[in-house]
């Protein structure tokens, strides 16, 4: 199974608004409602930051917001600030053969 | 506060062995299917493994299968995952992480640290 797809970078002025996508197929992305997406800082975990395409964990402010159309899923942050830049990945699940598939990660740079 | 805290990394040849834990508490580890996860150094992440609640349904990624076994212990509130015939290119960091659904993770580890090297 392919990952799924990410722009390599994105960047964005504090206060703007930035969409990162993830492009799968109709196994992973396309079939399922079950589109993650995480954030990262260089050397430390993951952390769940959009779940079941949009929804958000306890925690997450609302300026994070998930969706798909069809194959495609996206990230937008709205009112980008300084602690957003980092690392993002998506993630779907597959199917029972691969279960889980990953995009190859955003970095955000905040200008 | 839940917490996940993995051992058991470090420095092994290639055709060896280890076996890394992750202690859990703050939630029910009986509640939960359970992950781990890789992520070689400067790359993305990787799904490696899966295990249903009581230990009887079990998931690997091909690139594992048939080298590496996920097990926990419901009595000690900890997972495992046993690594075989390492290869260089299993070196990572690896992640154990509670399932949320369908391999969605709402925690994870700090991570600990697997070398595979001559």
């Known amino acids: 199974q392919s990952a799924l797809t990410q722009p390599r970078s994105v960047s964005g002025s504090p206060g703007q608004s930035v969409t990162i996508s993830c492009s799968g197929t109709?196994?992973?992305?396309?079939?399922?409602?079950?589109v993650s997406w995480y954030q990262q800082y260089s050397g430390k975990a993951p952390k769940l930051m959009i779940y079941?395409?949009?929804r958000r964990p306890s925690g997450v402010p609302d300026r994070f917001s998930g969706s798909k159309s069809g194959n495609t899923a996206f990230l937008t942050i709205s009112g980008l600030r300084a602690e957003d830049e980092a690392d993002y990945y998506c993630?779907?699940?597959?199917?029972?053969?691969?279960?889980?598939?990953f995009g190859g990660g955003t970095k955000l740079t905040v200008l | 506060e839940v917490q996940l805290v993995e051992s058991g990394g470090g420095l092994v040849r290639p055709g060896g062995s280890l076996r890394l834990s992750c202690a859990v508490s703050?939630?029910?580890?009986?509640?939960?299917?359970m992950l781990w996860f890789r992520q070689a150094p400067g790359k993305g992440l990787d799904w490696v493994s899966l295990?249903?609640?009581?230990?009887?349904?079990?998931f690997y990624a091909d690139s594992v299968k048939g080298r590496f076994t996920i097990a926990r212990d419901n009595a000690r509130n900890t997972l495992y995952l046993q690594l075989d015939s390492l290869r260089v290119d299993d070196t990572a960091v690896y992640y154990c992480?509670?399932?949320?659904?369908?391999?969605?993770?709402?925690?994870w580890g700090q991570g600990t640290l697997v070398t595979v090297s001559s």
């Open positions: 992480a509670k399932d949320l659904n369908y391999g969605q993770s709402d925690s």
């Open positions: 295990i249903d609640r009581d230990g009887t349904t079990t």
């Open positions: 109709s196994s992973d992305v396309g079939g399922y409602n079950y």
């Open positions: 993630s779907s699940y597959a199917g029972r053969e691969n279960f889980v598939i």
């Open positions: 079941d395409v949009f």
């Open positions: 703050g939630f029910t580890f009986t509640s939960n299917w």
